[in-house]
């Protein structure tokens, strides 16, 4: 009984006979070569990608945006149903996790959650926060003295990569819980 099978190589549509051989996999040597370029190219590629990857795991840059967005997004859920610190109205679809003292220019409150709070677009981007307003309801949210706090002096810890990936860590297990409930 004759074993017919499609050629390995991609792009050729014709079949081989295996009947003779059983680890004929190509038509022809044409297609022979191309099929071995092809495994060395994913090689190569699956190479480069385990490279990349342990690049990134050592990345502190990669790892830093990494947790701001994990850190954003759950300050997204958390407040999606207050509305906007700033001018207090709903959200919308589209919505900002803003900070009250930016992260350029107090690195060490990026990830403080009573510095951070859900924002409409429109105050975030366009009123560049709308720190007027901010600041008064986030007076009335988390009192004087945290505002105050806020607004002092601090130190700059330089966060390594194992101290950013517990915070992304700990963000993950804090929008799990958000979506769970």
Known sequence: MPRIHKCKSRGCDNTVD???????QVCSVPCAIAWGRE???????????KDKKELRDNDRSFQLKKAQTLFNSFIRLRDK???CISCTNPFGDKYDAGHYRSTGAHPELR??????????????????????DYRIQLIKK??????????????????????????????KAKIKEIEND
């Open 142 to 171: 988390i009192g004087v003295g945290k505002v105050e706090w806020i607004e002092g002096s601090h130190d700059r810890p330089k966060l390594t990569i194992d101290d950013i990936k517990a915070i992304q860590d700990k963000y």
């Open 18 to 24: 295996r009947s003779y051989s059983s680890t004929k």
């Open 81 to 83: 149903r207050e509305g």
């Open 39 to 49: 495994k060395e190219a994913k090689k190569r590629n699956k190479a480069h990608q």
């Open 111 to 132: 990830f403080n959650e009573y510095n951070n709070n859900g924002q409409c677009v429109h105050c975030n981007q366009h009123l560049s926060g709308n720190l007027v």
